[in-house]
């Protein structure tokens, strides 16, 4: 179905505001990047791997992430997302994914994705609002 190739990288960055906050996202009660926050952002830094490289009408969706937040980031840092693709099975995709504030290593993940028909996909979820 597709023609993706381990390896392709892509990358997502942010500075953490009080809106990225655990104690914002309800995930905490510090004024940190919450855990919430930083798996937005891997998963971001997934997506823009793939930008340009899926057939058209084709769309990936996140569906599973094994992710750990290794240390806190105050308000004002900047955080930086890494993702690789390492697998690719059928239309099951692998990532493996590494964050960065400006200090230190910050989080890492495994990401999967599926690559899905964005027309029928978005058909079914309308079909539950019905």
């Known amino acids: 179905m597709t023609t993706l190739e381990p390896g392709l990288i892509g990358e997502a960055e942010r500075e953490v505001t009080e809106e ?3 104690a914002r996202w309800g995930s905490g009660l510090v004024p940190v990047l919450g855990t919430p926050a930083l798996v937005a952002l891997m ?4 997506v823009t791997a793939l930008e340009g ?3 058209a009408g084709k769309t990936s969706v996140g569906v ?3 992710a750990h937040h290794l240390a806190a980031t105050p308000v004002g840092m900047r955080v930086r997302a890494r993702a690789q693709l390492v697998k690719v099975d059928g239309r099951r995709l ?3 994914i590494e964050a960065w504030d400006e200090i230190e290593k910050v989080g890492e993940a495994t990401h999967e994705r599926v690559i899905v028909d964005q027309e029928r996909f ?9």
Not at 43 to 46: G, K, N, P, S, V
Not at 122 to 129: A, D, H, I, N, P
């Open 53 to 55: 490289h899926l057939p």
């Open 122 to 130: 978005l058909r079914r979820v309308e079909e539950k609002q019905e």
């Open 20 to 22: 990225l906050t655990a």
């Open 64 to 66: 599973q992430i094994n």
């Open 94 to 96: 692998t990532f493996h």
């Open 43 to 46: 998963e971001q830094a997934a």
